[in-house]
């Protein structure tokens, strides 16, 4: 759902993390468990791999150390901010093949809609993957692509061009993006800045969900200096 699917959608080059979406029972955090073990995983932050903290929203954070996968850093999560739940996003997932092994990757919307985070880093990735999607598939379009372009495009001059070639779609999807109303005037200056304000308001919406989960993840912070600094010190169990 990360780096590894961009890459596969051919908006990214390398990334060196996986990102995991995963459903969160009992039976599948065992089976992940064996994996990670096979490549010598180790968790290496807060919080504890269970799946309470998934449930929350939390990522649990991993780095191999098996030779062929050494340093490799693996995040998974279960529930993502304005995504929907895991069987939603299997029912629409796609799947892809790599070295002869099938990917099940994050349908493109809802990657985009996991990309829209606080972090300044994710934004040019939307960006890449819309446009990317948008050049291969711009001759001959479905109406699904088309929803998803006036919805999520980023660009400008793109959302400017679908409005003035498909009136239509775009008329259809003003109630559910207002600024499709100045890419139909064709303003490209005052469409970008309707982009940026788009982008701050998701931006602000992602911290104001983070915010309880920081605090949670600052206590369990404390709970391990705690029960670190509990520990008996390898002299004071001598006898």
Known sequence: MGGQA?????????????????LADADNLARLQLALDELRADRIAVPPFEARYLNL?????????????????????????????????WSRRTTAELD??????????D??????????KDWPMVVRLLEANYFSHRDRPSDEQLDFWLKEMRTASLLIA????????????????SLLLIAQTGDEVALEAALR????????????????LKRELERLRREARSQTASRPKPDETRS
Request: proline share 6%; net charge negative.
């Open 100 to 109: 002869g092994l099938q990917i099940e990757l994050l349908s493109l919307p």
């Open 111 to 120: 990657l985009v809609r996991a990309k829209k985070t606080q972090r300044p």
């Open 162 to 177: 679908l409005a003035e070639r498909f009136p239509d779609r775009c008329g259809a999807a003003l109630s559910e993006r």
């Open 57 to 89: 929203g939390l990522a649990i954070h991993f780095r191999c150390e098996l030779p062929e996968a050494a340093d490799m850093r693996i995040d998974v999560m279960s529930r993502m901010r304005g995504v929907d739940p895991f069987d939603a996003l």
């Open 197 to 212: 304000d788009e982008e701050a308001a998701e931006r602000a919406a992602d911290r104001a969900y983070w915010e309880p």
């Open 6 to 22: 961009c890459v596969l959608y051919g908006a990214a080059e390398f990334s060196r993390d996986t990102d995991l979406a995963i």
